[in-house]
């Protein structure tokens, strides 16, 4: 299994991330939080019926803040906002897709320009 080398905070803007094999990915901090993988953000499902997230109240000041970033076993970070927001647990596989999908459309938009 692919794992990080080292995580870097870019100011509050985004994270990069420096895999073991030499590629590097940067996500911005918006999307990991509003994309955050857990029940209470994206809703689950449970026996083919899928139950959607209750419904989202006013955001709260820090909400795409990281105030702290913790490794979870050998596979994944938890990420805790500075709103109090620390329920999504991002494995590697999932930071990988998302950086790989982040690399692409920097790409397509740089050759717009």
Do not use: C
Not at 30 to 41: C, G, H, I, T, V
Request: net charge negative.
């Amino acid at each position: 299994m692919l794992s990080p080398q080292k995580i870097l905070k870019n100011e509050q803007e985004s994270i990069t991330i420096i895999w073991k094999d030499g590629r590097t990915h940067t996500i911005p901090l918006q999307f990991l939080r509003d994309e955050s993988p857990d029940a209470s953000n994206k809703g689950e499902t449970i026996l083919w019926t899928h139950y959607e997230p209750a419904p989202k109240g006013p955001d709260k000041p820090g909400k795409y803040i990281i105030t702290n970033i913790q490794v979870v076993g050998s596979y994944a970070i938890q990420i805790t906002w500075g709103d109090g927001y620390n329920h999504g647990i991002y494995s590697w596989d999932l930071l990988e897709q998302w950086g790989e999908f982040w690399e692409m459309k920097n790409n397509l938009n740089s050759k717009k320009d």
